[in-house]
């Protein structure tokens, strides 16, 4: 090699160098990606970029990761990490953040625990055997003095809204209040503790004890009515028309279906609420909606034996409005529900949140529970049946109302003994709740982030054979590849070597 080669070599090594400190030097200062994805589950929301636009302190994020996580743990721990880079250039770094290993020593992990981050046991593949591990995938967000933590930071989950909303927490000094109404078989806010979980990040949720003297519900963004039982009085009534007229909220979940003491009949049930809602062109029917798409319900054979059996009269609700309320939920199961309709005046708007299969139908009140009964296709001569409803005015402004025929839907029980677990709600029902109390009473846009990257997309499922020939394939082929290449390239080699050998080679 000639000293001329040898200096165009060492300049062209510079040159790349060069712009490889170059490229790093302004990934360190921008970031950007493009966002293929459905949902755009990459792109940050308005909601969050107003939030870190609006900042005026410093926000710390520690992030407490395990090592030698999981692969699909890893991804959240990456997705996680480019999240916290655009937040921090959005908010001109006023968002700062670290990582941290807690499996690291004794001390680390103290320090995640005490901080509200526990670990959490997970199942890893290690030479085609399976074991658990421990592990800490969580982070805690920091303002001034004040901290709220994430407990778990999962790949696909709603990882934008529980950072936003944290932030928000943290920097909000004044929460919107919303009223959840006592005092006539209304469960309390620990008998929604998973809804009133989630509410309370942004808001102060406030039981409501209303009296038969004027009561001020003014300062409420939202009044939500869940479940009651007993006859509410005309003028609570007509103090919560008064709340309407001045531009209040209204959730309702109610049930109008009261199953005896037997548990084998449904008679009707009427709280007042229903005439009520009546008179605003709310109707909810008198009967009972079946399902093909359904739950399970549990009944005892002779010797004691439990034994689980398809029950229509717990629908199964997939099919929902494209609507801020509903969007990103897979299912909701409904116990006991009727049908809603509308009859009210044209000034306002009728939106259908949530309606029944394709097979489904409804049975007046009372009805017969038989559990006995052999269902065919001609018990569900109906579709698309009406069970969660918004009623807005066209003009934008003034009252919303959300009705859902269903009121325990959402409600996890309360507690009977100190420390004991009331039963855990599946995530579409209490997003359900959560989210129409949220589109009543948010301002902020954040309600469009819960959901936000939580659809589970499935892999289609194979058999076992199938599944061994695929393992097997991704370990020989490659092997198969090399050794054709090798062939390939040695018969060719002998091949050019034979031509030169050849007299008339030139």
């Not at 939202?222 to 007229?245: G, W």
């Not at 008679?267 to 008198?286: E, F, T, Y």
């Not at 909606?289 to 054979?301: L, M, T």
């Given at each position: 090699?000639?000293?001329?080669?040898?200096?165009?070599?060492?300049?062209?090594?510079?040159?790349i160098?060069?712009?490889?400190?170059?490229?790093?030097?302004?990934?360190?200062?921008?970031?950007?990606?493009?966002?293929f994805?459905?949902?755009?589950?990459?792109?940050?929301?308005?909601?969050?970029?107003?939030?870190?636009?609006e900042?005026?302190?410093?926000?710390?994020?520690?992030?407490?990761?395990?090592?030698d996580?999981?692969?699909?743990?890893?991804?959240?721990?990456?997705?996680?990490?480019?999240?916290?880079?655009?937040?921090?250039?959005?908010?001109?770094?006023?968002?700062?953040?670290?990582?941290?290993?807690?499996?690291?020593?004794?001390?680390?992990?103290?320090?995640?625990?005490?901080?509200?981050?526990?670990?959490?046991?997970?199942?890893?593949?290690?030479?085609?055997?399976m074991?658990?591990?421990?592990v800490?995938?969580?982070?805690?967000?920091?303002?001034?003095?004040?901290?709220?933590?994430?407990?778990?930071i999962?790949?696909?989950?709603?990882m934008?809204?529980n950072?936003?909303?944290?932030?928000?927490?943290l920097?909000?000094?004044?929460?919107?209040?919303?009223?959840?109404?006592?005092?006539?078989?209304?469960?309390?806010l620990?008998?929604?503790?998973q809804?009133?979980?989630?509410?309370?990040?942004?808001?102060?949720?406030?039981?409501?004890?209303?009296?038969?003297?004027?009561?001020?519900?003014?300062?409420?963004?939202?009044?939500a009515?869940?479940?009651?039982?007993?006859?509410?009085?005309?003028?609570y009534l007509?103090q919560?028309?008064?709340?309407?007229?001045?531009?209040g909220?209204?959730?309702v979940a109610?049930n109008?279906?009261?199953?005896?003491?037997?548990?084998?009949?449904?008679?009707?049930?009427?709280?007042g609420?229903?005439?009520?809602?009546?008179?605003?062109?709310?109707?909810?029917?008198?009967?009972?909606v079946?399902?093909?798409?359904?739950?399970?319900?549990?009944?005892?054979?002779?010797g004691?034996?439990?034994?689980?059996?398809?029950?229509?009269?717990?629908?199964?609700?997939?099919?929902?409005?494209?609507?801020?309320?509903?969007?990103?939920?897979?299912?909701?199961?409904?116990?006991?529900?009727?049908?809603?309709?509308?009859?009210?005046?044209?000034?306002?708007?009728?939106?259908?949140?949530?309606?029944?299969?394709?097979?489904?139908?409804?049975?007046?009140?009372?009805?017969?529970?038989?559990?006995?009964k052999n269902?065919?296709?001609?018990?569900?001569?109906?579709?698309?049946?009406?069970v969660?409803?918004?009623?807005?005015p066209?003009?934008?402004?003034?009252?919303?109302?959300?009705?859902?025929?269903?009121?325990?839907?959402?409600?996890?029980?309360?507690?009977?003994?100190?420390?004991?677990?009331?039963?855990?709600?599946?995530?579409?029902?209490?997003?359900?709740?959560?989210?129409?109390?949220?589109?009543l009473?948010?301002?902020?846009?954040?309600?469009?982030l819960?959901?936000?990257?939580a659809?589970?997309?499935?892999?289609d499922?194979?058999?076992?054979?199938?599944k061994?020939?695929?393992?097997?394939?991704?370990?020989?082929?490659?092997?198969?590849?090399i050794i054709?290449?090798?062939?390939y390239?040695?018969?060719r080699?002998?091949?050019?070597?034979?031509?030169?050998?050849?007299?008339?080679?030139?």
């Amino acid at each position: 090699m000639t000293m001329r080669n040898r200096k165009q070599l060492l300049y062209s090594f510079l040159l790349i160098s060069g712009v490889l400190v170059l490229i790093n030097i302004l990934s360190a200062s921008f970031f950007a990606r493009i966002d293929f994805t459905e949902d755009k589950r990459y792109t940050l929301s308005k909601a969050t970029k107003k939030i870190l636009k609006e900042l005026k302190q410093p926000v710390t994020v520690t992030a407490y990761f395990s090592k030698d996580l999981p692969a699909e743990l890893m991804k959240g721990r990456r997705d996680f990490k480019d999240m916290l880079v655009e937040y921090s250039n959005l908010s001109h770094n006023k968002v700062v953040y670290e990582f941290l290993n807690p499996s690291e020593n004794d001390e680390a992990e103290q320090k995640a625990q005490q901080a509200g981050i526990q670990p959490r046991l997970v199942s890893v593949r290690e030479k085609d055997q399976m074991k658990q591990q421990r592990v800490y995938i969580g982070a805690v967000v920091k303002v001034g003095e004040k901290s709220e933590p994430i407990p778990e930071i999962l790949p696909g989950s709603s990882m934008e809204y529980n950072l936003s909303a944290a932030i928000k927490k943290l920097t909000n000094t004044e929460k919107p209040s919303i009223g959840l109404l006592q005092g006539n078989g209304e469960p309390s806010l620990a008998g929604i503790s998973q809804a009133y979980a989630a509410l309370d990040v942004l808001y102060n949720v406030e039981p409501v004890y209303m009296t038969d003297t004027t009561y001020t519900l003014n300062k409420y963004k939202t009044l939500a009515m869940v479940n009651p039982k007993d006859t509410i009085k005309e003028s609570y009534l007509q103090q919560i028309d008064k709340f309407l007229s001045e531009g209040g909220n209204l959730f309702v979940a109610v049930n109008h279906i009261d199953v005896g003491g037997q548990g084998n009949m449904g008679m009707v049930a009427n709280s007042g609420i229903i005439s009520w809602l009546k008179k605003k062109g709310i109707v909810i029917a008198d009967n009972a909606v079946v399902d093909a798409n359904c739950g399970y319900a549990s009944a005892q054979q002779q010797g004691g034996i439990i034994y689980q059996f398809k029950f229509p009269f717990l629908p199964v609700i997939n099919n929902f409005a494209k609507h801020p309320i509903t969007e990103g939920l897979d299912a909701v199961m409904f116990q006991f529900v009727s049908q809603i309709s509308y009859s009210g005046d044209a000034s306002k708007s009728f939106i259908p949140l949530a309606t029944t299969s394709e097979k489904s139908g409804t049975q007046s009140l009372p009805v017969y529970f038989d559990i006995n009964k052999n269902w065919s296709d001609a018990d569900f001569p109906l579709k698309n049946i009406v069970v969660a409803a918004a009623v807005v005015p066209k003009s934008g402004k003034g009252d919303k109302i959300v009705v859902i025929s269903n009121g325990t839907f959402g409600v996890n029980g309360e507690s009977q003994q100190p420390n004991q677990r009331t039963r855990q709600l599946d995530p579409g029902n209490v997003n359900l709740l959560v989210n129409s109390i949220d589109w009543l009473s948010d301002d902020t846009g954040l309600i469009d982030l819960r959901t936000k990257g939580a659809k589970i997309r499935l892999l289609d499922q194979i058999d076992d054979g199938k599944k061994t020939f695929l393992k097997y394939l991704n370990f020989f082929l490659p092997i198969i590849l090399i050794i054709g290449y090798g062939v390939y390239r040695f018969n060719r080699n002998r091949n050019i070597r034979m031509k030169r050998m050849e007299a008339h080679y030139v």
